[in-house]
T-cell receptor
Framework: EAGVTQSPTHLIKTRGQQATLRCSPI?????VYWYQQALGLGLQFLLW???????NRGNFPPRFSGRQFPNYSSELNVNALELEDSALYLC??????????????FGSGTRLTVV | GDSVTQMEGPVTLSEEAFLTINCTYT??????LFWYVQYPGEGLQLLLK?????DKGSNKGFEATYRKETTSFHLEKGSVQVSDSAVYFC???????????FGDGTTLTVKP
């Protein structure tokens, strides 16, 4: 069974540009979660998508947005990039049934560097 | 709101030593509790979980018991190996909340 896949692995952008990160969940998982792991700051919850809709978002500005496609894959967009957006962005999925009792399956992440 | 507090690292042990990484939480109700492990350059992997009080999660020699009375979920292993060197995250999740709350992570280094 394929795991959660993220692309690209690394991304270098200039301040002010836009970044697009992609995630494909495990087959059968309808929920996709995005987390930011900045150096020294742990995992910060960004967004939760389920059945094509945004269900919850963390304390991030509106320039962090995304969407979920009919095949449950997801895209995270970060507009007007700032230097402090440099981080590892992790995508995770889990089955919808018994949601909170299921652990996440994480992808390997996209390392975004803003210069 | 929910919060998870882990013992600060880094933790350095010799091979075959006993490991304890403390984790306590603050949450309403009865969340599920998790330990994840992150090896260098990788995403997080679910290590073990417990979904109700007094449950013990175990995997790969690691164990943790859900203690409602002390709101704790300490991670233990009787004999660590060099390959256990990683960052360990404690986390909690409510059934319908849709997101997990993570601790800051504890870096473990095991020396031969």
């Amino acid at each position: 069974e394929a795991g959660v896949t993220q692309s690209p692995t690394h991304l270098i952008k200039t301040r002010g540009q836009q970044a697009t990160l992609r995630c494909s969940p495990i087959s059968g998982h309808t929920s996709v979660y995005w987390y930011q792991q900045a150096l020294g700051l742990g995992l910060q919850f960004l967004l939760w998508y389920d059945e094509g809709e945004e269900r919850n978002r963390g304390n991030f500005p509106p320039r962090f947005s995304g969407r979920q496609f009919p095949n449950y894959s997801s895209e995270l967009n970060v507009n007007a990039l700032e230097l402090e957006d440099s981080a590892l962005y992790l995508c995770a999925s889990r089955p919808r049934t018994g949601q909170g009792a299921n652990g996440y399956t994480f992808g390997s992440g996209t390392r975004l560097t803003v210069v | 709101g929910d919060s998870v507090t882990q013992m600060e690292g880094p933790v350095t042990l010799s091979e075959e030593a006993f490991l304890t990484i403390n984790c306590t939480y603050t949450a309403t109700g009865y969340p599920s509790l998790f330990w994840y492990v992150q090896y260098p350059g990788e995403g997080l992997q679910l290590l073990l979980k417990a979904t109700k009080a007094d449950d013990k999660g175990s995997n790969k020699g690691f164990e943790a018991t859900y203690r409602k009375e002390t709101t704790s979920f300490h991670l233990e292993k009787g004999s660590v190996q060099v390959s256990d060197s990683a960052v360990y995250f404690c986390a909690l999740s409510h059934t319908n909340a849709g997101k997990s709350t993570f601790g800051d992570g504890t870096t473990l280094t095991v020396k031969p």
